[in-house]
């Protein structure tokens, strides 16, 4: 069995924390919720009642700097193709309404249906075009998983494996 040796090679503190454990730490879900009451001025003085809720995500700088690089989405054709299948329906609903044509209307409508069945799944070749313009990333990636911390002098190191 091997144990890692997270001895900071810089400093030689023993403490030294993952990238991933640092990051993960530092982000936090923020929830809220929101009522108000409230009456107009009128001769029924109508009640309103309104509700909200809010979530986000608060990250410290320390998880900001320990965050792994990001990977790119894959863009594909079928992803272009379903946008601009959506703009010209809605320009052809727009056409349609301005003459009053229920039949120019209906298909814009079915031009945007159909932008949604549309498949934007990437090809062979878009996928494998993409696998290789984001290799680095993706050995970015391998490498900050491994990277260990150093709580007193902040160095970066991927540590050693040590017989136990």
């Known amino acids: ?24 730490e530092g982000l936090s ?55 601009m299948l959506i703009l010209a329906g809605i320009a052809t609903c727009l056409v349609g309404l301005w003459l009053f044509s229920m039949l120019v209307v209906l298909c814009g409508v079915a031009m945007i249906v159909g932008a949604f069945m549309l498949d934007t799944d990437p090809s062979i070749a878009e996928q494998s075009d993409y696998d290789e313009q984001t290799r680095d990333i993706r050995e970015a990636i391998e490498a900050w998983e491994q990277t260990f911390q150093c709580v007193s002098c902040g160095n970066r190191f991927v540590p050693l494996e040590i017989a136990a």
């Open 29 to 83: 879900t923020v929830e809220t919720e929101i009522n108000t009451v409230g009456t107009f001025n009128t001769i029924g003085g109508q009640q309103i009642t309104t509700e909200g809720n809010s979530s986000s995500v608060q990250q410290t700088r320390a998880s900001r700097e320990a965050a792994p690089p990001e990977m790119p989405r894959i863009v594909t054709k079928g992803m272009h193709n379903r946008k």
């Open 1 to 24: 069995m091997k144990k890692l040796d997270t001895t900071c090679p810089k400093c030689g503190a023993p403490h030294a924390r993952k990238l991933s454990v640092i990051h993960a």
